[in-house]
Structures are given as structure tokens and as C-alpha cells.
């Protein structure tokens, strides 16, 4: 169960402070991913990968990001329960698609809208189902 | 094969690999036992996928890859129930059907 919050508002201030960390590392890391994959060559083999890391150190920098979002993660659900917070992460679906808009210039139109906002709506409605069932 | 079309596949394989990668990681809480062996046999399938899903990012925008990559949910829910004997209440099978919809819409976009 969650901890107790403060009763002026529904989450507390640094819940809500750790689950807008959550979104912004799931979108950078999602980014930044992005950019590492179109600077690597085309073939992945083990040895074209390690070749490409000495030269562009980009692809450590994403590692580095989830390995923050996982510590940033445990604290998320130290203060809340996971029904709570899983739902709410799928709003980084919208921060990705108008952030890679933006800095990659990639299409952002109706029909692409409505597939995300269709998944959003799927991710949040997937993760907000009740938990655990009655044992048998 | 368009790069497109390979790009929507290896997600789609990305997405049953993290559900089985969550299968194992479940399995380990149930089998104390074989704990170690669920443990590594998820964490080996989580790097395959992210080998695959920077192949898929080489050939996908990012906003298009991610989202499709939802359909882990799916996955997940359905190695769950079939798999482990989860429960599918209501509200997950209608969230699996808006999730199927949405990454229909973006894997047919142009």
C-alpha cells in the first residue's frame, strides 16, 4: 500500500517530482537511444558495435540513463504502488512522439496521433487492472 | 521487405522477447529454487532485445518504435494468463484491444 500523503493534495510533491523524473528519463532515454542507433553502422556485429563505442561514447550515455531510471524507478515505488504509477508512465508515449517532432523532425499528424493516444490509452488501462487476484 | 516494414517486425519480435524476459523474471520469484537461472535467462533475453530494438531504431522513427513497442503489454498479459494462469480482467482486455488498435494505426501510417 502507499505511503501516507500529505491531505492538502492527492500525491505528495516529491512523488510527484519522482514520477515527472521517471517520464523525462523513459523520453531521454528513448531519444538519445534513437540517435545512438543512426550513428552506428548498419551491421551489429559484436565487433562493429565495440569499434563504434571507442570512437562515440553515446551508446554508454543511454546505458547510464536507464541504469538512473531504474534507481529513480525504486524510489517511485518505494512511495506508491505500482498500479498507481505504471499507468501515469505512459504519458512518455506523448513526450516521445512531440519531443522527436521537434528535435528530429519526425512526422507528427493526425494518424500518428491517434495510434498513440490509442496505445497511451491501452498502457493505462493495462496497468490500472487490479493487481492480484482473490487466491483460489 | 521495405526497411519500414523490417523496422515493425523486429519490434514486434522485441515486444515477445520482453514478455518472455517478464515470464522469466516472474518465474524466479516462484521457483526459489532455480531462482539464479530464471534471473540470468531474463536479464540474457533483455539484452538481445536491446540489440534488436536499435536495429529496429536504425530503420523506424523513434515516436513510431516506441509505441509500437507497447505491444509487450500484450504479450506480457497473454504469456501471463496462458503461461502462469494471471487472471485477464475486463479492463486489461480492453486496454490489450486499444493497444493492438493504436500499433495497427501506426505500423500501417506511411
Known sequence: MSEQTPSS???GRRVAAVLAIAIALDTLGQLLWKLAASRLPATLSPE???QSIERDPLPLLVIGVFVLQLVNW????ERVDLSYAQPLTALSYVTVCLLSAWLFGERLDLHKGLGVLLVLAGVALVSASPARRKSP | MSARLIGVLLVLVCA???GLAQICLK?????????AGWIATGVGLFVVEAL???AALQRLEVSVAYSLGA????????GAAWLLGEALPMTRRIGIACIVAGCAVLASGG
Do not use: D
Open chain 1, 48 to 50: 562493429a558495435l565495440l
Open chain 1, 9 to 11: 493534495s492527492p500525491v
Open chain 2, 27 to 35: 518465474q524466479s520469484t516462484r521457483q526459489a529454487g532455480r531462482r
Open chain 2, 71 to 78: 505491444m509487450s503489454f500484450v504479450f506480457v498479459a497473454l
Open chain 1, 74 to 77: 525504486l524510489v517511485v515505488l
Open chain 2, 16 to 18: 515477445g522477447v520482453e
Open chain 2, 52 to 54: 534488436l530494438y536499435t
